[in-house]
């Protein structure tokens, strides 16, 4: 008998949340599909419907996200893995010509609403039985090199790295592991203009590779199939021939 497990995604609505939650849903996952806009979720949900639960969410919003757990136990019973998907940039800009605001934007969606989702997962996962779980953030190449005029997002991205360690740590206790993933150029809506030409850190504009964003989806669905005595701590999956190895 398969023995059900329960995911939470953030981001759940477009690019890799999306192929990540369906691709759990597909591997017998119940899913909580979590994003700020109910339409997108719908459509996420669409691939299972039964296997689907949306939940339109502010995760930058401690009671919003203390609401949106409370919920996911009541549905679920249990949580065996959360996706720390959410993400968001500022314009590309030159850093003295960003807002305070741009950057607080951007915190609070890579670094806070992680860290939020983090912490609620922990509450659930140390007192479940039986007790434990996996969360997996997503890095991102930016996590290891920058490109130009990025620092809200290297920065934040840089964090995660630092909150993955912390969590992975303080998880052992508690049956709780945490891994990162660090996505190079899957071609979603967001990596539209890499195939158009973006600027290089000499100073050149160039087309960079893309992936098929299913390659993600079974990374991620790979981390999360781990027996809980084994962990991917961190793992890098990018187009082949991006410019990340030798990078500037």
Known sequence: MTIRKFALVTGAGTGIGRAAAQALMKADYQVALVGRREAPLVETAALRPDRALVLPCDVTKPEAVTTLFE????????????FNNAGSGAPAVPIDELTAQQWQNVVDVNLTASFLCAQAAFRMMKHQSPRGGRIINNGSISAHAP?????????????????TKALSLDGRAHDIACGQIDIGNALTEMAVPMTKGVRQANGEIAIEPTMDVEHVASSVLYMAELPLSANVQFMTVMATNMPFVGRG
């Open 147 to 163: 490109r130009p005029n990025s620092a809200p997002y290297t920065a934040t991205k840089h964090a995660i790295t630092g909150l």
């Open 71 to 82: 919920r996911v136990k009541a549905a679920f019973g249990r949580l065996d893995l959360l």
